[in-house]
C-alpha cells in the first residue's frame, strides 16, 4: 500500500497524521511507501523529516481568516499548485490520500480525482475547517474525534475514530506524578498548572499570565511553554521574577520530547481550543481552561464549546483574560472536589486506541480502491 499524506499548517493536523504514521508502521507499512505534501515555510518542514518521511511541498497560504488581498493572492498560489499536485500523484501513485486539513487541500484533492485515487479525511476538530470542506464530498471515509462531527458529515462517510494521541505522549500518561514532576524540577505537593498556545504560541495568553504569575506562584508552580512568536518578551520577563517565585516557573519555547511529562505533571492547563485539545486532555484525565482563538474560523470555539458541554473546561476569551484568568485559575485549583469532577469527565471522552482505528480507516479506503 501506498500512502500520500496531505497535512500540514498547524500541529492539530500534522500531530494526528503522525500518530496514524506510526500505526501503519507497526501493521507494516514502510516508510518508503509513503510520502507527505504540505506547504513552504508551515510547521511540517521540520516535523516531517524529524519523523523520517519524506516531504514535498506546494506554495499556498491561508484563505479564512485573512484580508481580501491576501486571499486572492493565496489562492492564486494554490490554482497554480494544481499542476505539480497532478504531477506528484501521477509519479507517486497512491492507493489512497490520506488528508487532515491544510492549505493544499484544494490542489490535491484535485489531482486524485482526476488520477482515480480513493480519498479518506480525518477532522481532528469537531467542525470540518474551510481547507477540507471542499474535499468531503469527493472523500470514501471520513475519521472523525468526536461524535459531534456527525451534524457535518454524510452519516454513510463517517467514522468516529478518536483522537490518534502519539505513542511518546500515550507513554508519558504512564508516569508517576514525580517523575513527571522531576522532569522539570519541580517537587510534588505544590499544585501544578501548565499554559500553552497552541504550536506557535499565542500572545493574548502569554501577556495575561505574565501579568498575573507573582500572585500565581505564591501558591503554585507554572510550565509554560510560550511559542516561539512571544518567546524573547517571556524570557525576559522571568529573568525579572524575584528569585523566589522564579524557582517555581518553567518557561519553554516549545516542548517536543517532554511534551508528555508536562500533561502528566499538571493539575490544570490554560490553552487554545485547538484540536489536539480533544484527544490529550482527555488521555491525560485533564481539566482545562480554554480560551478559543476568534479568527481562526469558529472550529476553536465549536471544539471548547463540545468540552465545556461535557464538563470537562470552562472558557474564557481573550477580552475577558485580563479581568478573569486569575481568578478562574484560583477558584479551581482550590477546589479539588471541582476539579476531580473535571478531570473524570476529561477520562471518559478518551479513545485510547484512535491511532489503530484510524490507519484501519486508511487501510479500508485503500482496499475498497481495488488495488493491493
Same mark, same amino acid.
Given at each position: 500500500?501506498?500512502?500520500?499524506?496531505?497535512? *500540514?499548517?498547524?500541529?492539530?493536523?500534522?500531530?494526528?497524521?503522525?500518530?496514524?504514521?506510526?500505526?501503519? *508502521?507497526?501493521?507494516?507499512?514502510?516508510?518508503?511507501?509513503?510520502?507527505?505534501?504540505?506547504?513552504? %515555510?508551515?510547521?511540517?518542514?521540520?516535523?516531517?523529516?524529524?519523523? %523520517?518521511?519524506?516531504?514535498?511541498?506546494?506554495?499556498?497560504?491561508?484563505?479564512?481568516?485573512?484580508?481580501?488581498?491576501?486571499?486572492?493572492?493565496?489562492?492564486?498560489?494554490?490554482?497554480?499548485?494544481?499542476?505539480?499536485?497532478?504531477?506528484?500523484?501521477?509519479?507517486?501513485?497512491?492507493? !489512497?490520500?490520506?488528508?487532515?486539513? %491544510?492549505?493544499?487541500?484544494?490542489?490535491?484533492?484535485?489531482?486524485?480525482?482526476?488520477? %482515480?485515487?480513493?480519498?479518506?479525511? &480525518?477532522?481532528?476538530? !469537531?467542525? #470540518?475547517?474551510?481547507?477540507?470542506?471542499?474535499?468531503?464530498?469527493?472523500? =470514501?471515509?471520513?475519521?472523525?474525534?468526536?461524535?459531534?462531527?456527525?451534524?457535518?458529515?454524510?452519516?454513510?462517510?463517517?467514522?468516529?475514530? *478518536?483522537? #490518534?494521541?502519539?505513542?511518546?505522549?500515550?507513554?508519558?500518561?504512564?508516569?508517576?506524578?514525580? $517523575?513527571?514532576?522531576?522532569? +522539570?524540577?519541580?517537587?510534588?505537593?505544590?499544585?501544578?498548572?501548565?499554559?500553552?498556545?497552541?504550536? @506557535?504560541?499565542?500572545?493574548?495568553?502569554?501577556?495575561?499570565?505574565?501579568?498575573?504569575? #507573582?500572585?500565581?506562584?505564591?501558591?503554585?508552580?507554572?510550565?509554560?511553554?510560550?511559542?516561539?512568536?512571544?518567546?524573547?518578551?517571556?524570557?525576559?520577563?522571568?529573568?525579572?521574577?524575584?528569585?523566589?517565585? @522564579?524557582? +517555581?516557573?518553567?518557561? &519553554?519555547?516549545?516542548? /517536543?520530547?517532554?511534551?508528555? /511529562?508536562?500533561?502528566?505533571?499538571?493539575?490544570?492547563?490554560?490553552?487554545?481550543?485547538?484540536?489536539?485539545?480533544?484527544?490529550?486532555?482527555?488521555?491525560?484525565?485533564?481539566?482545562?481552561?480554554?480560551?478559543?482563538?476568534?479568527?481562526?474560523? @469558529?472550529?476553536?470555539?465549536?471544539?471548547?464549546?463540545?468540552?465545556?458541554? @461535557?464538563?470537562?473546561? !470552562?472558557?474564557?476569551?481573550? $477580552?475577558?483574560?485580563?479581568?478573569?484568568?486569575?481568578?478562574?485559575?484560583?477558584?479551581?485549583?482550590?477546589?479539588?472536589?471541582?476539579?476531580? =469532577?473535571?478531570?473524570?469527565?476529561?477520562?471518559?471522552?478518551?479513545?485510547?486506541?484512535?491511532?489503530?482505528?484510524?490507519?484501519?480507516?486508511? $487501510?479500508?479506503?485503500?482496499?475498497?480502491?481495488?488495488?493491493?
Amino acid at each position: 500500500m501506498r500512502v500520500l499524506i496531505c497535512a *500540514g499548517g498547524t500541529g492539530g493536523g500534522i500531530y494526528p497524521a503522525l500518530a496514524a504514521v506510526t500505526a501503519l *508502521g507497526n501493521k507494516g507499512l514502510a516508510t518508503e511507501n509513503i510520502l507527505w505534501v504540505g506547504t513552504k %515555510g508551515e510547521m511540517e518542514q521540520t516535523l516531517v523529516p524529524r519523523a %523520517g518521511i519524506r516531504l514535498e511541498t506546494i506554495v499556498g497560504g491561508a484563505i479564512a481568516g485573512v484580508p481580501l488581498h491576501r486571499k486572492v493572492i493565496n489562492g492564486s498560489k494554490l490554482l497554480l499548485s494544481v499542476g505539480k499536485a497532478v504531477k506528484l500523484v501521477r509519479r507517486f501513485r497512491p492507493d !489512497v490520500m490520506f488528508m487532515t486539513g %491544510g492549505y493544499m487541500a484544494f490542489p490535491f484533492t484535485l489531482a486524485c480525482r482526476w488520477r %482515480g485515487v480513493p480519498i479518506a479525511i &480525518y477532522l481532528p476538530d !469537531v467542525e #470540518p475547517g474551510q481547507s477540507i470542506q471542499f474535499s468531503l464530498r469527493y472523500a =470514501q471515509k471520513v475519521g472523525a474525534t468526536t461524535d459531534g462531527s456527525a451534524q457535518f458529515v454524510p452519516a454513510n462517510k463517517l467514522v468516529v475514530t *478518536g483522537y #490518534p494521541v502519539r505513542p511518546e505522549l500515550r507513554a508519558a500518561a504512564n508516569l508517576t506524578l514525580e $517523575e513527571a514532576l522531576a522532569a +522539570f524540577d519541580l517537587q510534588p505537593g505544590r499544585p501544578t498548572l501548565m499554559v500553552f498556545g497552541g504550536s @506557535r504560541g499565542a500572545q493574548a495568553i502569554n501577556r495575561a499570565l505574565m501579568s498575573i504569575l #507573582p500572585e500565581l506562584l505564591q501558591t503554585m508552580q507554572i510550565i509554560h511553554i510560550s511559542g516561539t512568536f512571544t518567546w524573547d518578551e517571556v524570557a525576559v520577563n522571568a529573568k525579572n521574577l524575584p528569585s523566589n517565585l @522564579r524557582s +517555581f516557573y518553567r518557561p &519553554y519555547p516549545y516542548l /517536543h520530547d517532554e511534551m508528555g /511529562h508536562a500533561f502528566r505533571a499538571a493539575d490544570l492547563v490554560v490553552a487554545r481550543a485547538g484540536a489536539s485539545m480533544l484527544g490529550e486532555t482527555p488521555a491525560f484525565s485533564l481539566p482545562s481552561i480554554l480560551v478559543p482563538l476568534a479568527w481562526a474560523w @469558529r472550529y476553536q470555539k465549536v471544539n471548547a464549546d463540545y468540552l465545556c458541554d @461535557r464538563g470537562t473546561a !470552562v472558557q474564557l476569551t481573550d $477580552e475577558t483574560l485580563d479581568t478573569q484568568l486569575l481568578p478562574t485559575i484560583q477558584t479551581l485549583m482550590a477546589d479539588p472536589d471541582k476539579l476531580a =469532577q473535571m478531570s473524570q469527565a476529561a477520562h471518559a471522552l478518551d479513545v485510547p486506541n484512535g491511532a489503530d482505528n484510524l490507519a484501519a480507516l486508511i $487501510e479500508n479506503v485503500a482496499n475498497k480502491s481495488g488495488k493491493e
